[in-house]
């Protein structure tokens, strides 16, 4: 259960980010996406048999959010939106990736929850 854990307190900081960015420069899709990254780390933290749906669904969840926050900020700032979404990509490639390798070795419904 090493690995979730620590993958979970790696969403933490990537949330972290998020909720910093999004009340400096006050956006809600960066508030949101770091909520979504939140409850995603508890999950991870959680080590529970339901945990692998939830991170993968609020993993996905705030990648839409940021997809939707990106775009909207590059359209008012009149820049390259193609641009803006490779930018998005690559960032949240990072976070997408570590949720899917904590989620991978979570205990699936088949294991009593007794073992761990």
């Known amino acids: 259960m090493f690995l979730p ?3 979970g307190v790696i969403l933490l900081l990537y949330s ?16 949101l996406t770091g909520a979504l990254l939140i409850i995603g780390a508890v999950a991870l933290l959680a080590c529970r048999p339901w945990s692998r749906l939830v991170v993968y669904a609020a993993a996905l969840s705030a990648a839409a ?13 009149e820049t390259d939106i193609p641009l803006a979404v490779v930018i998005w990509s ?11 390798v904590g989620g991978r070795y979570l205990p699936d419904g088949r294991e009593s929850p007794d073992s761990f």
């Open 90 to 100: 690559l960032w949240t490639s990072l976070w997408l990736a570590v949720a899917y």
């Open 65 to 77: 959010v940021g997809l939707i926050g990106q775009v909207d900020a590059a359209s008012a700032a």
């Open 16 to 31: 972290g980010f998020h909720m910093t960015l999004g009340l400096w420069v006050p956006q809600f899709p960066w508030l």
């Open 5 to 7: 854990r620590a993958t």
